[in-house]
């Protein structure tokens, strides 16, 4: 399926799923999509393994949270930040490292406190490896946290070879 990209969210320092900074982080890129689906890019190294060879569950989980939870940020002019209440993950398929990964995550409900969504990870082949649930509370930035926009370098950072389609 062919997704059209209509825009990209904001990139930090040292977040580890989009901190671009972070050398031990997966430096994930997300684009929006023109039906207000979010597709995560990235490429996991061998510093994020569990088995040799294989990207760890935890860090599947940890992209599959941020990409469901950010896709929420898609729907409003301002930003809606999300806490995690729950999340759910079923592993499907092994997925290896130095591979570029797909994630795509969708809003499939929400009311004035709460969202919940879903999510998948995708192999080059297009195989689905792992899919989640999750339900978050929708928070105020300044209740999660102090955020300095400047000193965490929350911006949308342009790179070459930006998509302007993502085939999946």
């Given at each position: 399926?062919i997704h059209?990209?209509t825009?990209?969210?904001?990139n930090?320092?040292?977040?580890?799923?989009?901190?671009l900074?972070n050398?031990?982080?997966?430096?994930?890129h997300?684009?929006?999509?023109?039906?207000?689906?979010l597709?995560?890019?990235?490429?996991?190294?061998?510093e994020?393994?569990?088995?040799?060879?294989?990207?760890?569950?935890g860090?599947?989980?940890a992209?599959?949270d941020?990409?469901?939870?950010?896709a929420?940020?898609?729907k409003?002019?301002?930003?809606?930040?999300?806490?995690?209440?729950?999340?759910?993950?079923?592993?499907?398929r092994p997925?290896?490292?130095?591979e570029?990964?797909k994630?795509?995550?969708?809003?499939?409900?929400?009311?004035?406190?709460?969202?919940?969504?879903?999510?998948e990870?995708?192999?080059?082949?297009g195989d689905?490896?792992?899919t989640?649930?999750?339900?978050?509370?929708?928070v105020?930035?300044?209740?999660?946290t102090e955020f300095?926009?400047e000193?965490?370098e929350?911006?949308?950072?342009?790179?070459e070879?930006?998509?302007?389609?993502?085939?999946?």
């Amino acid at each position: 399926m062919i997704h059209k990209i209509t825009g990209k969210q904001h990139n930090s320092k040292l977040c580890f799923v989009c901190g671009l900074k972070n050398r031990f982080g997966i430096h994930a890129h997300f684009y929006i999509t023109e039906s207000e689906e979010l597709i995560a890019v990235f490429t996991p190294s061998e510093e994020h393994q569990s088995y040799p060879g294989r990207l760890h569950g935890g860090i599947a989980s940890a992209v599959l949270d941020e990409t469901i939870g950010r896709a929420i940020l898609n729907k409003y002019e301002t930003e809606v930040w999300g806490v995690t209440i729950d999340l759910s993950v079923k592993f499907k398929r092994p997925i290896p490292l130095n591979e570029e990964l797909k994630v795509i995550g969708r809003i499939t409900s929400e009311n004035s406190r709460f969202f919940e969504g879903t999510g998948e990870i995708v192999l080059s082949n297009g195989d689905v490896a792992v899919t989640a649930y999750g339900k978050y509370l929708k928070v105020p930035i300044e209740k999660i946290t102090e955020f300095n926009i400047e000193e965490n370098e929350w911006r949308i950072v342009e790179r070459e070879g930006d998509p302007k389609e993502i085939i999946i």
